[in-house]
């Protein structure tokens, strides 16, 4: 099932209704690389541990780097 929110909102009401909501992400970014695990080597796909899940291009940039030696 998914959520579909069509309102507009403002840059911080988006904060507010989204980043403790439970509700799944309205956004989905197939293949996108993340930060990772933490030290424990556990992962846990939560809006509040951006540190581990947001992706970002120095994540991704190595790694198209060494696929791209093989292209």
């Not at 956004?27 to 424990?40: F, M, Y």
């Not at 846990?44 to 992706?55: L, V």
Request: charge should be negative; glycine fraction near 8%.
């Amino acid at each position: 099932m998914s959520y579909m929110n069509r309102t507009a909102v403002e840059c911080n009401a988006g904060f507010n209704d989204w980043y403790h909501s439970p509700a799944p992400n309205p956004n989905v970014l197939t293949g996108a690389l993340v930060g990772g695990p933490d030290e424990n080597d556990a992962y846990g796909d939560e809006r509040t541990d951006f540190q581990h899940s947001e992706p970002v291009p120095a994540t991704v940039a190595p790694f198209v780097g060494v696929l791209a030696a093989f292209a």
